[in-house]
């Protein structure tokens, strides 16, 4: 190696001249620092691909095989040497979806009274970022206080309200002003100031709510949307949220809308139009299209059972008021093997126990000794992490959570934990029908939810704001909507095993009628998401046109081919982007508009050090600035301060537009080169040359896939088994869902 070195890189990668930062001579050989491997890594995999040496450089293809050969076996011996995975522990979600399923409360709340979780490798589940303070711990104890309390519940049945309410009782000071007073109900027309909060029926208890609307459009021959908005609407001092939008249609018929919400007490709904004017003073006489509400049946709180299943599968037959020690000491035997995600000793109860048992000799309430038991039980070692044992291969039992957190977030239900006991998880016919049986389980959607959050960074969405001046067309509805193009574009992909080239360009999406109009594609009517088929010249198709990636890959007021770039190596070709040298200056978008981002980059790349990096970065940031910062075609940068004045306007309502407070700045240009020589126009080139070649995305999903998966980095080491895994998808067309079960049969999924 030291001959190769001065053979063909020590002329440019030595003192004095060290080209792109490396110099060879001060490079370290302590393989165990992250940085030291890291640029090995970065100069095997640039020999490797032929970057380097020079094309000018008399390299035989004998000597660099063999260089390769070497150097490969010294670093994936390093690698593999701290490849294990690190006792892992739950991080929030898990905690939450566990405690959920744990106790059969599916819609319980903690998540957010717990720290949030450090990422690592781009994921929030890996081991080695996941630590544990005290004061984490007593936050455990609040959190696990509130499962409890909603696990046993009240000790009499709360009363279920039934009650049918008209708007006219609520908004009795603004009829004929903002509202319209009709026989069977109230018109609204305002799309901003509205105040239609249902105050007839207040929550007086927490828990799920039952809501039925009846409303249709008015004045109106096109189908008009409601938004319905709940929580504490009407003092203001709690937390709202939008709880759905809907198509109302014309005629006398009315369509019913039905919801269920978890409040708090002091709960209520608002309802009000979308994108139909502003503020309304003569609604008596008006002749402005409007939604009629008619009754509004409320019911709550939704009591299926009593008591509460989760009480019942908790206590079973023991009745507080009369059990003993040992009927608490039997609940938690029977409770400890799902806590504990395996069989267990019949010692391994007795902390507990003995725990249990001081609480009642102090005299307290059977109820309360029970209680800490538990607790003691949902913060020990063996419930908050997952333990993985044996050198070699882990148990059966390891496998079932390991598949379970991976798929559904949580733990193993009574199957899994069954053909554990019975060491059959190791089959890889049983593995295989698990993961079909998981997929297919409604559970499935948290790792819709939690992969595409992570990957994607999609939980990013509201990291900023966009400024209104700039884009007015930025609303509630939009976002959810984009957030759920983005799911159901990734849930189509896995429910059908399609190629994971789809996740670069696809002539397809899923989509609603709001989404549709702001990516100009007609004849998308009504707001339920549905696959559409794109046209040939469509910009859209794949991840990367999405408007949720386009907005978490920007700021709130402009787009950084830069900052896009990186995304794109890192999360989609799986490239870690190196920090830039220390004493570069990061390059600033002028947000003046005066000057374009890629005028400034010509100035920054002239740099040696930068140019490597930026070379690779550069391409797919500027492919991408056809998009704004919410998702939007551009032909043009929108400005505040320059450029021409745009005398159009922005139409919040058929009947409302308002002038634009943006101005036309400077036109954009999306086009550039890749590395190896192909130039592109824009995205839609560029994406093509992406997906002509399928195995790059293969191997990037199945890395993060594992990593996912396992709750660990992966490395050079890891190298082999995921070349296995794309290899064998190769023949299912590399199928995505194909994909993760490969990831599941490898070798690696059942090791430590």
């Not at 896009?564 to 220390?582: D, L, Q």
């Not at 290899?727 to 079960?741: C, V």
């Amino acid at each position: 190696m030291r001959n190769f070195f001065g053979q063909h890189c020590l002329d440019c990668h030595s003192d004095g001249t060290s080209e792109g930062g490396l110099d060879i001579n001060a490079l370290s050989e302590d393989l165990t620092d992250a940085e030291t491997m890291r640029r090995w890594v970065l100069i095997h995999d640039r020999v490797a691909s032929g970057e380097m040496p020079p094309d000018e450089d008399s390299l035989t293809d004998e000597a660099k095989n063999r260089f390769i050969d070497q150097l490969a076996g010294t670093l994936y011996d390093a690698d593999s040497a701290h490849r294990e995975v690190v006792l892992r522990r739950l991080n929030r979600v898990e905690y939450e979806n566990t405690l959920r399923d744990l106790f059969e409360l599916p819609h319980v709340d903690i998540k957010e009274m717990l720290p949030e979780d450090a990422k690592s490798h781009g994921f929030n589940n890996i081991g080695e970022a996941l630590s544990v303070s005290t004061e984490q711990m007593m936050v455990y104890l609040q959190a696990i206080d509130h499962v409890l309390d909603e696990a046993i519940g009240p000790p009499e049945r709360p009363e279920t309200r039934v009650k049918t309410l008209n708007l006219k009782e609520s908004a009795q000071r603004a009829l004929g002003k903002l509202f319209r007073d009709e026989p069977d109900g109230v018109v609204l027309f305002s799309s901003g100031y509205s105040p239609s909060q249902l105050k007839g029926f207040d929550t007086r208890v927490p828990g799920w709510y039952r809501f039925k609307i009846h409303a249709r459009a008015f004045q109106s021959d096109r189908p008009m949307t409601l938004r319905v908005y709940a929580g504490d609407v009407i003092g203001g001092r709690g937390e709202s949220w939008l709880a759905g939008y809907y198509d109302v249609a014309p005629g006398e018929a009315w369509t019913v809308i039905e919801l269920e919400q978890r409040l708090e007490p002091r709960g209520s709904i608002q309802v009000t139009t979308y994108r139909n004017g502003g503020h309304e003073t003569n609604a008596a006489e008006t002749d402005r299209s409007g939604i009629l509400i008619g009754d509004v049946q409320c019911e709550g709180p939704i009591i299926d059972a009593w008591p509460p299943p989760s009480r019942v599968k908790l206590l079973g037959d023991v009745d507080p008021d009369t059990a003993t020690a040992e009927d608490a000491v039997a609940i938690l035997k029977r409770f400890l093997p799902f806590a504990y995600r395996r069989t267990t000793e019949p010692q391994e109860v007795e902390p507990f126990a003995k725990l249990t048992r001081r609480v009642l000799d102090d005299g307290r309430p059977w109820t309360e000794a029970l209680r800490q038991g538990m607790k003691a039980i949902l913060i020990s070692p063996e419930f908050l992490f997952l333990e993985e044992p044996t050198r070699n291969q882990i148990s059966d039992f390891a496998i079932a959570s390991r598949l379970s957190y991976f798929l559904w977030k949580s733990m193993p239900d009574a199957e899994l934990l069954s053909l554990a006991a019975r060491g059959h998880l190791s089959r890889p016919d049983v593995l295989h029908a698990q993961v079909e049986r998981l997929l297919n389980d409604r559970r499935a959607e948290r790792f819709v939810e939690d992969f595409t959050g992570q990957w994607l960074d999609l939980y990013d969405i509201d990291f900023t704001e966009p400024d209104k001046h700039l884009f007015p067309e930025y609303d509630d509805i939009l976002r959810a909507s984009m957030l759920s193009e983005s799911r159901g574009f990734f849930r189509e992909i896995l429910a059908n095993n399609l190629n994971v080239g789809e996740f670069l360009d696809s002539d397809w999406t899923v989509l609603n009628s709001r989404l549709a109009e702001h990516y100009g594609l007609p004849d998308v009517e009504g707001l339920h998401d549905r696959r559409v088929k794109l046209s040939p010249d469509s910009p859209r198709g794949g991840v990367m046109t999405q408007a949720a990636v386009l907005k978490v890959t920007a700021n709130g007021t402009n787009t950084s081919p830069v900052l896009r770039g990186i995304w794109m190596r890192e999360n989609v070709f799986g490239e870690p982007v190196p920090p830039p040298p220390a004493g570069v200056p990061a390059v600033e978008p002028d947000i003046s508009g005066a000057t374009t981002l890629r005028e400034q980059l010509a100035k920054h790349s002239d740099s040696a050090s930068c140019a490597g990096c930026h070379d690779k970065i550069d391409p797919p940031g500027f492919a991408l600035e056809r998009f704004d910062p919410i998702g939007g075609w551009r032909d043009w940068y929108r400005s505040t301060t320059v450029g021409e004045p745009i005398k159009d306007r922005f139409a919040d309502s058929p009947i409302n537009k308002v002038r634009v407070r943006y101005r036309k700045g400077l036109p954009v240009d999306a086009s550039g080169v890749t590395p190896d020589g192909h130039a592109f126009e824009d995205f839609r080139e560029f994406k093509r040359i992406l997906a002509a070649d399928q195995e790059p995305m293969a191997y990037n999903l199945a890395e993060k896939l594992l990593a996912f998966g396992l709750g660990r980095t992966t490395g050079f080491s890891d190298r082999p088994t995921l070349q296995k895994i794309v290899a064998k998808t190769a023949d299912d067309n590399h199928g995505f869902r194909t994909l993760i079960h490969e990831v599941v049969q490898s070798d690696a999924f059942r090791k430590p």
